[in-house]
Structure formats: structure tokens, C-alpha cells
């Protein structure tokens, strides 16, 4: 056996994130997983071809006929996700809304029921507000606090239970384990986004979620340069969405996955960094006389907090933090227009700290932490609520 075959996957996430999926290229033994800038790939006989087709569309890992279905950059980081989501198989799409489509349709038919969760990210409340509905699939909202709510949801046509784990924006935590056992005491699918943790905070499918998916352009690829999107479970439910994904063309580009790649050795370092930081700015936001309530996994005062406490890891809370000021939209532009080190822009998981004053959600400010000093975060908001105060 050569040293290279050493499987990683019982050593534990660092080692994982780092070592899993990757090894030295056969061909040139280039340590680092090359970019795989080919569409297509030759081979030697028709025979040889025919055979390949016949066990690609069996879905047979490690073969490669057309980059749209499967690329050697974009599977070794299906491998690397695979190992630290726990999941028997994954598939790699071009950005965190293709995987949400991808594992969605692969689930739901015209007269199907799915039930979703009421705080979703907004092109997902679309997907249930206008494009299921208008494709005969049925959707219905509610709020997952009280999982009640989804027993009481369930319909005999109800195929699907989808919600944010950590929901966009407003950070409820969804109660996995026992909206699990409901989705499937009643044969349903049990599908997660995962994005506002990432599986160094928490892993869905160790508490009994189906499918996990990503908007991977956060926490996997975490420097804001490459879009991607990460769907995770079993292998029979990875066939069934790879079919849809390879019809519907949601593959990523392969630099786009060898981007992700890259990142994904560090995002237990940054992920760490970035919990540690949003812990620090949370408890320092709540000492503020300006501020009126502070949202925020790890503290407290947070309504889910010993639920977080029992399903995150290592003690981390991750990096998404809201703060909303006393006063209303002239307060939250004040402050926001202050500071000098968060852009204000969309988006989150990045090592920069991002900041998205939120108008349509009661002018909550949403903060996504970097891994900057957090005291240079602390003195910039010190500052700018100085000149907040002044005014
Ligand atoms: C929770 C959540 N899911 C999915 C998405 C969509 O991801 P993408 O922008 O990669 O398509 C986002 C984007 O912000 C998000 O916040």
C-alpha cells in the first residue's frame, strides 16, 4: 500500500480538512490537486468508451467522460467535503442557490407538499414563495421554534422538511434532532442549509438530517473570491441529485473548486478565529448603552443556547453575530456609516469582517466576523459609536 493511501477519514476535522481528498497527482505527482481546464477526457478504444458510459450513468465514482458531470479538481473536493460532513458522498455546484434547487427538485414532484421553515435566505424564500408553487409543488412556512409546528404542517402528500439551521438573518436555532424524528416518523426528507456554522460549528447529518447543503461561497471558501455550492448525504441520495445536477448543468468551474479546495485546509483555523471574535464583539456590544439587544448563539441570553451548547463542537458558537440599536433606520446608518474596518456588504463567512445593515428586518445590523485582532474591531466600533454620539 503506498503511503498516500492512508485513509484519513477516522482522524479527526483538522486533519481531515487538510488531508482528505487530496494526494499526489498520478501522473506528475504534483503534491497540490492540479486545475483540471478540460471539458473533455480521451480515451483509447470505442470499446474502453462504451464501457465508461455504461458505468458513469451508474454514477460510478472516480470517472471522467465530460467536465459537466464529474472533473478529478471538482472530486477531490466532493472527497474533502465528504470527510468532514460525515456523508457517504457530495456533490460540488456552481454556488449555494444551485445546491439548494438541486436537492429540492431531486425531492419534490408536481403534488408534492414540502414544509419550510418561516427565516430563510432570500432567494430560498422565493424558491417557496413563486418557483415550487408555480411548478404544482406545495409549500408551506412555519416557524421551526416550536416543532409542533411542523407536526402539525405535515400533510399525507408532504415529502420534504427544509429549513437554516442557523436561520438567515434573524440566527434562530433549529431543534435538528427532534424536527429529524418528526420528518421521519412521517417518511419525509430532512433537508439542512447549513451555511451560517459550517460542519467545524456543527454537522446536521450527525443529528439526523438527510441532506446537508451550502451556499459554499461563505465559511468553505471564506475569502470571498470564488462562488460554490455544497450538497452532502448518503450515496443514494447524491445519485439522485447528481442526475438532476448533470441535467440542469450546476456544475462549478474547476478553478472555482481548486479556490474552495485551497480554503477548506483552513477553515477549522478560521472558523475558530472567527467564533472567538464574534463571542468577544457580542458580550462587547452588550455592555453598549446604545445598543438595544444583541443576537448570538453563544450567549446567554440567546433563546437557543443550550441547544447550541449540546449540537455545536469544541465550544464554538461560529461567527455570525446581529446587533440592533435603540432607534430605528437613522441609527443603524449613523453607526454603520462610522465605521472604517467592516465593508458594508452582503455575503458572510469571509476572514474579513462584513457588516449588512438590514432595513427590512426592523434595522437589525448583521455582523459576519473576520479573523482580524478583534481588538482593532472593538476600537473601530468604540469610534464609531463616538462620532454616533456626537451627532
Ligand atoms: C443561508 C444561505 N443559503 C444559501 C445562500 C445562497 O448561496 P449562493 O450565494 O452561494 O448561491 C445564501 C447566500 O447568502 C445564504 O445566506
Known amino acids: 500500500m503506498s503511503r498516500y493511501d492512508t485513509d484519513y477519514s477516522k482522524m479527526r476535522f483538522a486533519t481531515r480538512a487538510i488531508k482528505s481528498g487530496e494526494g499526489p497527482d498520478p501522473v506528475t505527482k504534483a503534491l497540490n490537486t492540479p486545475i483540471y481546464e478540460t471539458s473533455t477526457y480521451g480515451y483509447e478504444t470505442a470499446e474502453q468508451y462504451d464501457e465508461m458510459l455504461a458505468r458513469g450513468a451508474k454514477w460510478e465514482p472516480d470517472l471522467y467522460i465530460y467536465s459537466r458531470t464529474t472533473n478529478p479538481t471538482t472530486n477531490a473536493l466532493e472527497k474533502k467535503v465528504m470527510a468532514l460532513e460525515g456523508a457517504e458522498d457530495a456533490v460540488i455546484c ?9 436537492a429540492l427538485l431531486s425531492n419534490l414532484n408536481a403534488g408534492d407538499h414540502v414544509i419550510c421553515s418561516d427565516d430563510t435566505f432570500m432567494c430560498t424564500s422565493s424558491l417557496f414563495a413563486d418557483i415550487l408553487p408555480a411548478k404544482g409543488i406545495e409549500t408551506c412556512r412555519v416557524e421551526v421554534l416550536n416543532v409542533e409546528n411542523i407536526e402539525k404542517a405535515m400533510k399525507p402528500n408532504t415529502k420534504v422538511v427544509y429549513l437554516e439551521a442557523l436561520s438567515n438573518p434573524q440566527l434562530k ?14 417518511g419525509c426528507k430532512f433537508i439542512v442549509d447549513n451555511t451560517f456554522l459550517s460542519p467545524v460549528v456543527m454537522r446536521p447529518l450527525k443529528w439526523g438530517a438527510d441532506i446537508v447543503v451550502h451556499s459554499g461561497t461563505k465559511y468553505y471558501v471564506g475569502h470571498g473570491d470564488a462562488l460554490c455550492g455544497i450538497v452532502a448525504g448518503s450515496k443514494k441520495d447524491i445519485d439522485r441529485v447528481r442526475y438532476y445536477y448533470d441535467n440542469f448543468g450546476s456544475h462549478i468551474a474547476p478553478y472555482d473548486s481548486w479556490l474552495a479546495l485551497r480554503s477548506v ?89 462584513l457588516m449588512f445593515p438590514k432595513s427590512a428586518y426592523n434595522n437589525l445590523i448583521r455582523i459576519s466576523t473576520g479573523c482580524e485582532d478583534v481588538q482593532d474591531l472593538i476600537d473601530d466600533f468604540t469610534q464609531a459609536f463616538d462620532q454616533y454620539n456626537r451627532k
Open 94 to 102: 456552481s454556488c449555494g442557490m444551485a445546491a439548494i434547487s438541486n
Open 173 to 186: 436555532l433549529a431543534d435538528l434532532p427532534a424536527i429529524a424524528e418528526i420528518a421521519h416518523k412521517h
Open 265 to 353: 485546509r483552513t477553515m477549522p483555523l478560521r472558523v475558530r478565529k472567527q467564533s472567538e471574535n464574534a463571542m468577544a464583539l457580542a458580550r462587547w456590544f452588550e455592555t453598549r448603552p446604545e445598543v438595544d439587544f444583541v443576537t448570538y448563539p453563544g450567549l446567554e441570553s440567546h433563546h437557543q443556547h443550550e441547544l447550541a451548547t449540546r449540537i455545536f463542537e469544541d465550544g464554538l458558537y461560529g461567527g455570525m453575530l446581529c446587533v440592533h440599536l435603540k432607534g430605528g433606520y437613522e441609527e443603524m446608518c449613523r453607526f454603520a456609516d462610522a465605521t472604517r474596518i467592516p465593508p458594508i456588504a452582503t455575503s458572510l463567512g469571509d476572514v474579513v469582517t
